[in-house]
């Protein structure tokens, strides 16, 4: 008898729309014409049971194809296939195609559902640890802010953890490791920071997104500091680090935000101190041109024998 199981690759394939592709990968699954769309006839109790117990390609394959190329349609048929084969092998992998295509479709509940559900069979997962606290932040639903608290903290506690125990790859240099894991602190500061401050713990975040913003320039962090100073009535600073998103953003560096609404609230805060925006080009050339120069400096530290 044919071995007909389908792998991860044939599974991504699928899923991706390339149904060609895999069944020519797979071809003792090819003899089998796509089943019609059709009501299911009612099982008897017996049959109902062997479903629970034993899945198969060709239920698979169906779930997916009569899904009519809709990714929506998709997720719901591979959750009805999942509570009809409770034991399927394949739980793992399905699992985390239904999260890839929630965050596609940005499915906010169903994202955090499966990042959940991955979490618990990898506790260290950086990037869905990531993942859940962004999404729960934009949800906002009853207790979401608490339930992004909680997994940021574990978010830095894992990270931390991570670095202290890894080692330098032997290709890269001193100096290029300690970027490496610099930038992924800052990232992960930046994050509990942003959650702090949405909940009005401005101390805290105010601490984190400095020390993410010492760590590495980004200026996500420098419009998130900018905006905390602000709620602390401390305007000097808003304007200060207002400007240093501005110019981060305008050399190109990184992720930052959109140029538009950083250009304006750098007018903003500067013409709330100074009556006028009278000035405010030559302070932004100022900051840009110590910028530049900082980051050059900083680059050329990194080049080195690896």
Do not use: C, H
Request: without cysteine.
């Amino acid at each position: 008898m044919k071995n007909n199981r389908i792998g991860r690759v044939g599974l991504v394939l699928i899923l991706a729309g390339f149904l060609t592709v895999a069944v020519n990968l797979q071809p003792a699954l090819a003899q089998t014409e796509p089943a019609p769309n059709v009501p299911a006839l009612p099982q008897s109790q017996d049959e109902k049971a062997k479903d629970s117990a034993v899945d198969s390609d060709e239920n698979l394959r169906r779930a997916i194809q009569t899904a009519g190329g809709s990714e929506e349609m998709i997720i719901v048929n591979l959750e009805d296939y999942l509570k009809r084969y409770p034991q399927s092998g394949r739980r793992l992998e399905i699992e985390e195609e239904i999260y890839k295509l929630a965050i596609k479709i940005r499915d906010r509940d169903r994202t955090i559902t499966y990042a959940e559900k991955q979490l618990e069979r990898n506790p260290a997962g950086i990037e869905l640890l990531t993942t859940i606290v962004s999404t729960l932040r934009v949800r906002k639903g009853s207790g979401d802010m608490t339930r992004a608290l909680d997994y940021a903290e574990r978010l830095v506690k894992q990270f931390e953890s991570l670095i202290e125990s890894s080692r330098k790859p032997g290709r890269l240099s001193a100096a290029q490791w300690q970027e490496q894991k610099d930038e992924g602190r800052a990232s992960v500061y930046l994050v509990r920071g942003r959650v702090l401050a949405e909940i009005g713990q401005l101390e805290k975040a105010k601490s984190d997104l400095r020390k993410s913003f010492d760590l590495l320039p980004l200026a996500d962090a420098a419009l998130a500091l900018s905006e905390v100073a602000e709620n602390q009535q401390r305007r000097e600073d808003a304007l200060n680090y207002a400007l240093q998103a501005f110019v981060i953003t305008l050399a190109g560096d990184r992720e930052g935000g959109e140029i538009k609404a950083l250009r304006q609230r750098l007018s903003s805060l500067y013409a709330a101190k100074n009556k006028n925006e009278s000035g405010l080009g030559d302070l932004v050339l100022q900051s840009y041109d110590k910028y530049i120069k900082e980051r050059d400096e900083r680059l050329a530290s990194l080049e080195g024998p690896s």
